[in-house]
């Protein structure tokens, strides 16, 4: 059985910073590629970021691009997104999601629970 658990999510001020952990079991980790998505309140789900199966390669929605940063660790079967200089627009409920193969491109199978970010003062 797939499974996704985010953790790590919580209340941060405006500018603070937050890692995001995904431990992902019940298959073969690094044949996929992976990806974060997240669902500010009231709004539809949005592309966060995305990274190769091997790590190598990473993607950026360009509200986040160069305020966020993802990574794996394959070996732990771990998927990260480490958030600084948050924002209160970063306000969201974020998905850790599996890509159904190697191409971060490739569509999604499997969805964590999420994990509640909050960005206020």
């Known amino acids: 059985e797939v499974q996704l658990v985010e953790s790590g999510g919580g209340l941060v001020q405006p500018g603070g910073s937050l890692r995001l952990s995904c431990a992902a079991s019940?298959?073969?980790?690094?044949?996929?590629?992976m990806t974060w998505v997240r669902q500010a309140p009231g709004k539809g789900l949005e592309w966060v970021s995305a990274?190769?199966?091997?790590?190598?390669?990473?993607y950026y929605a360009e509200t986040i691009k160069g305020r966020f940063t993802i990574s794996r660790d394959n070996h732990k079967n771990t998927l990260y997104l480490e958030m600084n200089s948050l924002k209160s627009d970063d306000t969201a409920v974020y998905f850790c999601?599996?890509?159904?193969?190697?191409?971060?491109?490739?569509?999604?199978?499997?969805w964590g629970q999420g994990t509640q970010v909050t960005v206020s003062s």
């Open positions: 999601v599996k890509v159904m193969g190697s191409n971060w491109l490739y569509a999604y199978d499997y």
């Open positions: 019940g298959f073969t980790f690094d044949d996929h590629a």
């Open positions: 990274i190769s199966w091997s790590g190598r390669d990473t």
